[in-house]
């Protein structure tokens, strides 16, 4: 990948040309050539920074991912909801999907219908932290949870999910 070496010349040196799907977030509203807004409850962009209030605003990626794939997602929590936000992941349906879900009292992740505890390990109170979700092969998602301020890896674990032309999901859990 030539994405930010400078002496790589366009077109290698776009991320556009690089990633299947890369959002900075760079515009004055969610890029909907990019993403599907289920609900735009909630949901604004400036900075560089998508920002939600809400937990019934959700997008999804214009694109259906399928494995192998990997999701870096970079956030900070400024103030948790109530019932919680996914972070990262990819979904279909409530039967068909995997997502790490920031939690008051204890984050979760979903695996297609299931919900399953992993105790309190996304950072909260404005920390910033990188959830990675891997999708190496037909049965196995990776995540991993760093906690940025820290340098610490919070959680990571293997488990057994297929990801299948699903969506990067952010927002509603």
């Given at each position: 990948?030539?994405?930010?070496?400078?002496?790589?010349?366009?077109?290698?040196?776009?991320?556009?040309?690089?990633?299947?799907?890369?959002?900075?977030?760079?515009?004055?509203?969610?890029?909907?050539?990019?993403w599907i807004v289920d609900?735009?409850?909630?949901?604004?962009?400036?900075?560089?920074?998508?920002?939600?209030?809400?937990?019934?605003?959700?997008?999804?990626?214009?694109?259906?991912?399928?494995?192998?794939?990997?999701?870096?997602?970079?956030?900070?929590?400024?103030?948790?909801?109530?019932?919680?936000?996914?972070?990262?992941?990819?979904?279909?349906?409530?039967?068909?999907?995997?997502?790490?879900?920031?939690?008051?009292?204890?984050?979760?992740?979903?695996?297609?219908?299931?919900?399953?505890?992993?105790?309190?390990?996304?950072?909260?109170?404005?920390?910033?932290?990188?959830?990675?979700?891997?999708?190496?092969?037909?049965?196995?998602?990776?995540?991993?949870?760093?906690?940025?301020?820290?340098?610490?890896?919070?959680?990571?674990?293997?488990?057994?999910?297929?990801?299948?032309?699903?969506?990067?999901?952010?927002?509603?859990?």
């Amino acid at each position: 990948a030539y994405y930010g070496y400078a002496t790589a010349g366009s077109p290698k040196s776009n991320k556009m040309n690089v990633y299947l799907f890369r959002d900075d977030f760079d515009g004055a509203a969610i890029d909907r050539t990019k993403w599907i807004v289920d609900n735009a409850t909630g949901w604004t962009v400036g900075t560089g920074e998508l920002r939600g209030t809400s937990t019934t605003g959700r997008i999804r990626s214009q694109v259906p991912m399928t494995q192998p794939v990997v999701q870096v997602v970079k956030a900070r929590t400024v103030t948790l909801p109530t019932n919680g936000v996914q972070v990262a992941g990819f979904w279909t349906s409530t039967t068909d999907a995997f997502g790490l879900l920031q939690h008051p009292t204890n984050d979760y992740y979903r695996n297609n219908g299931a919900w399953t505890n992993i105790t309190d390990v996304i950072p909260q109170r404005n920390a910033n932290f990188r959830i990675t979700v891997e999708a190496r092969n037909s049965t196995q998602v990776y995540y991993k949870i760093e906690n940025l301020d820290t340098t610490t890896v919070t959680k990571q674990e293997t488990i057994t999910n297929t990801v299948s032309s699903e969506r990067l999901t952010l927002g509603k859990r």
